[in-house]
């Protein structure tokens, strides 16, 4: 500290600042530890000079989305400090360097960390006025909660000067977060101090309007807590909920913290947060019940806003018989009342809980909160700034489970007995309001007084859900219905957010990364900018997570909203506000799935990853489509891909539906990709008509050179060989590589592949060798080879190259091939019809080298996976005819059962063969030879 403390500082100390000043100064410098760091400090004065000393500080940014994108955002979160710190200089006497402790400190901390910007993100000190008459104890107040920010900021340098490495600092960053926390526990605590302290003040400026307050409080002496005769009161406005069900773990976590029987040495505090008609209410309503004996005294105290808060305040003082309480009306009332009742609580022995309902104006509760350190306190709020200011902890009420949700409504409609019937469809119902409390009450009333069975219910839902949302429960004390619950809510949000809102009403509920959020939006119009910055989206997500209409969980990050919710935003927009964003989600959820649609460009496992975030989107909007008669843009091949061949059909039956113009290049990609899944599912001759039709098309508009010709000539001849037109396959094949040669185009290596397996099916091994080896990917080709590039197009090639060598004979080279191709395809798809297929190959190959008891193995597990592919029937017949084959000449399995199973297969997939002779050749048929 001698480096610190220089005749210069003691001689500036003494005389200019004040004894608590000056103490506070001392203590700082005590904390600091640094003399360099204090020199660099002091020459910044002012928020002002803060931001341009700022500005020549490089700011490393690692990503395109992290780091202090600007400066000039923080301004208005620092800006609090700026007029805090011009109070305390003006009551203390202090001139410019007494606020330099403040921005230095900022300046530094920001220039090493700009994690720690997250520090100034949640203001919790109140903006005073120069004029407010200041008391002596106002002002310890005032300087205890200021020393303990700035010497938070001297322990933070400290912290950063000694992790001076980034990989270091955010390891033991964790540990630091402890004291920022302990931190903002100490501040709060002062805090309620100096709110006490203010109240006295605003009412000595305004002596005259609260001179009876003033005289009153001069006068009141609270006698001694011993000699207090306890009494018993509760003001709860509502009667017990016989119809409440569930909630019993949220119960049991308050219960546990604000058990009476646990000494403690603070306020017992805790918040119910969430959004509005969970339930927040009835949960406090039946805590209070249950432990109406535990309490002498329960008050409630409806927190909407300070009128409300300060008529509770004044019923209260009356009901409990405070000193000095009388029948006077007006506003000096309330201020009386509220000061009478929170002293009251500060001195009694009585055992008191304290609730807060429906408190989202922060301002209003603080005048409110009991200054003590004794008694319990419960809050409800739908605000998440108001949960996290005073309370010691909240709890995140969500919406009921299915079945709890289903127990709620069958307890509301007071059932006397519940059939199966009754259950489930009150599950259902539970499912489709997404277990929201509010809409379960309203959905039990309208049945109660309609006397309707569950059965009728979601039917008439489905067609009148918004006169029904409109109706309130009966009996219900809630002044919301389901139609109004969220108003308070949306009415609040800024523009940003609003559109967020928005947007999310057309995502899947259960769950949207940020990144299609910030990728997916390049492109949109200036309405939508903020999603591709993330600081822009963290500010908008943020500012609805604090008014509890979304949640936000990772990592990675995940925005859910309620389907309720989503509903009631999509009801509040205009027509072509629908469309609006339905258009720009569409537009995000296309950055999952590659175009196809102009450019052949192969498989795209590089992009599953993307698609697979986008996928429930693209359902989700699809239905959304159909119901509500919106159009449906998004991209189906990555279900293709993945073989997910009937969701895909139907997505793309779906998407072919909406097109109004029949000739352009996207409805070409849309027919050639519901060929292409016929072609999957062994039905060639469905899928050649529209891969003769997106021919058409794209050589009207592409001309009968463009080598994107060649993708499409690529899959007729695909049909062509599964119908057994080699011939024609052939032709197909050799333009196809004829348009891809002359443009030089890097998908040859695909049409060299399909015309090898063309070969091998004409019986010509050698020669489909040959043309395999001529795929530049390929070339000196080995296993790893094939395997390095983690694309299954390229597994398929060793499936390939394993039959060949089977048809030339080299029986363990084939078999080696197509094992690794197995493994790999089990690894990257998981139990799909083309791991069946490799693995019926294996089989078949173990069999031929005598080696019965894996090949029955591998061939039940095929069985086994196919029965549960809806796709997989082909693959299972073929597999129990090969078990039949095998049990025949040797003791595995009943040869007359696999026969039965695989011949009722074969007549319900291809009737025409039901008489065909039982063998290989005629269960072949039933899967596709280029599969692989």
Request: aromatic share 8%.
């Amino acid at each position: 500290m001698s480096l610190f403390r220089t005749d210069r500082y003691q001689n500036q100390a003494r005389g200019r600042y004040s004894p608590l000043w000056h103490r506070a100064l001392e203590k700082y410098l005590d904390e600091l530890q640094g003399s360099e760091d204090y020199e660099s400090i002091i020459q910044v004065r002012s928020l002002e000079e803060l931001l341009n000393s700022l500005q020549s500080i490089p700011v490393a940014a690692p990503g395109k989305y992290s780091g202090l994108v600007s400066i000039n955002r923080l301004a208005q979160r620092l800006k609090f400090m700026d007029d805090f710190a011009a109070v305390l200089a003006v009551c203390f006497g202090a001139d410019a360097a007494l606020t330099a402790a403040v921005w230095g400190s900022i300046r530094v901390i920001l220039a090493q960390a700009s994690s720690a910007a997250e520090t100034f993100q949640d203001p919790r000190l109140q903006e005073y006025e120069k004029t407010l008459p200041l008391s002596q104890q106002l002002q310890q107040a005032l300087v205890d909660v200021y020393c303990e920010v700035i010497c938070f900021y001297a322990r933070t340098i400290h912290f950063l000067n000694s992790n001076p490495h980034l990989v270091l600092r955010n390891d033991a960053w964790r540990d630091f977060r402890n004291d920022f926390s302990h931190t903002i526990s100490r501040v709060k605590r002062m805090s309620s101090t100096i709110e006490s302290e203010a109240n006295i003040a605003r009412m000595q400026k305004e002596e005259g309007r609260y001179r009876e307050v003033l005289q009153l409080l001069s006068s009141m002496k609270v006698e001694k807590a011993e000699s207090i005769e306890k009494i018993r009161y509760n003001n709860i406005p509502f009667p017990a909920n016989t119809k409440f069900s569930g909630r019993d773990g949220i119960l049991k976590a308050v219960q546990k913290a604000l058990d009476t029987e646990t000494a403690s040495s603070s306020l017992k505090s805790v918040t119910l947060f969430g959004m509005g008609g969970v339930g927040k209410t009835q949960i406090a309503v039946q805590y209070a019940y249950q432990n109406i004996e535990r309490f002498d005294v329960v008050l409630w105290v409806a927190a909407d806003n300070a009128i409300t808060i300060g008529q509770s305040f004044r019923s209260i003082a009356e009901g409990i018989k405070l000193p000095g309480t009388d029948d006077q009306n007006g506003d000096t009332d309330a201020a009386a009342a509220i000061w009478k009742v929170k002293n009251w609580l500060t001195t009694t022995e009585t055992r008191y809980l304290v609730i807060f309902d429906h408190a989202d104006d922060l301002s209003a509760l603080k005048s409110a909160w009991p200054g003590t350190f004794s008694g319990s306190v419960l809050l409800t709020t739908r605000d998440l700034t108001v949960a996290t200011a005073l309370a010691s902890q909240y709890l995140q009420i969500d919406a009921f489970t299915e079945e709890d949700g289903s127990r709620m409504l069958l307890k509301a409609i007071e059932a006397d007995h519940t059939s199966p019937s009754d259950v489930q469809h009150a599950l259902a119902i539970s499912r489709a309001l997404g277990g929201f409390p509010l809409a379960l009450a309203q959905i039990g009333g309208f049945v109660t007084l309609r006397r309707m069975s569950l059965k009728e219910v979601l039917p008439i839902y489905e067609r009148y859900s918004a006169k029904i949302d409109a109706r309130k429960a009966p009996g219900s004390d809630y002044e919301h219905t389901l139609s109004t619950v969220w108003d308070v809510s949306f009415d609040r949000l800024t523009d940003n957010p609003t559109s967020l809102l928005n947007l999310l009403s057309f995502f899947n509920p259960d769950g949207t990364s940020e990144d299609i959020l910030l990728q997916g939006s390049s492109g949109l119009d200036d309405n939508f900018t903020f999603l591709s910055d993330e600081l822009d989206l963290g500010d908008a997500s943020e500012e609805l997570i604090r008014a509890a209409l979304i949640n936000r969980t990772g990592p990675p990050a995940v925005l859910t909203i309620h389907r309720l919710v989503q509903s009631a935003a999509r009801r509040r927009l205009t027509d072509q506000d629908r469309v609006t964003y339905f258009d720009a989600v569409v537009h995000m959820l296309c950055w999952g799935f590659p175009d196809h649609s102009s450019t052949d460009i192969g498989h795209q496992i590089a992009a599953w990853e993307r698609s697979e975030k986008c996928l429930p989107h693209v359902n989700h909007i699809a239905e959304l489509a159909v119901r509500h008669n919106f159009r449906a843009g998004a991209r189906q091949k990555y279900l293709y891909e993945r073989e997910m061949y009937f969701i895909a059909k139907k997505m793309v039956e779906q998407a072919i539906s909406t097109f109004e113009d029949t000739t352009t290049l996207a409805y070409a990609s849309a027919i050639d990709l519901g060929g292409l899944i016929d072609l999957d599912l062994t039905r060639a001759a469905d899928a050649l008509e529209p891969f003769k039709r997106a021919l058409e098309i794209r050589k009207a508009l592409l001309g009968p050179e463009d080598p994107f010709i060649a993708y499409s000539l690529n899959n007729i001849a695909l049909a062509y060989t599964e119908m057994g037109e080699l011939d024609l396959a052939y032709a197909a094949h050799e333009e196809a590589i004829r348009l891809r040669l002359k443009a030089n185009s890097d998908r040859i290596g695909n049409s060299y592949s399909n015309m090898s397996s063309l070969l091998l099916r004409m019986g010509r091994p050698d020669k489909a060798e040959e043309m395999l080896a001529r795929c530049p990917s390929l070339k000196d080709f080995t296993d790893e080879t094939f395997l390095a590039t983690n694309n299954p197009r390229f597994s398929g090639d060793m499936v390939l190259l394993s039959r060949i060598r089977l048809a030339q004979g080299r029986s363990e080279e084939a078999l080696r091939l197509a094992s690794k191709a197995l493994a790999f395809r089990r690894k990257l798809l998981g139990n799909r019809l083309k791991t069946c297929d490799s693995q019926y190959g294996v089989a078949c190959m173990l069999y031929k080298d005598g080696h019965v008891s894996p090949a029955v193995q591998l061939l039940e597990e095929i069985v086994r996976v196919a029965e549960t592919l809806p796709e997989g029937e082909g693959q299972q017949a073929r597999a129990l005819y090969k078990l039949a084959e095998i049990a025949d000449k040797s003791q595995y399995g009943d040869s007359a059962a696999y026969k039965d199973r695989a011949r009722g297969l074969l007549a319900k997939l291809k009737p025409e063969l039901k008489d065909a002779p039982f063998e290989e050749d005629t269960f072949s048929k039933l899967c596709l030879w280029t599969l692989w």
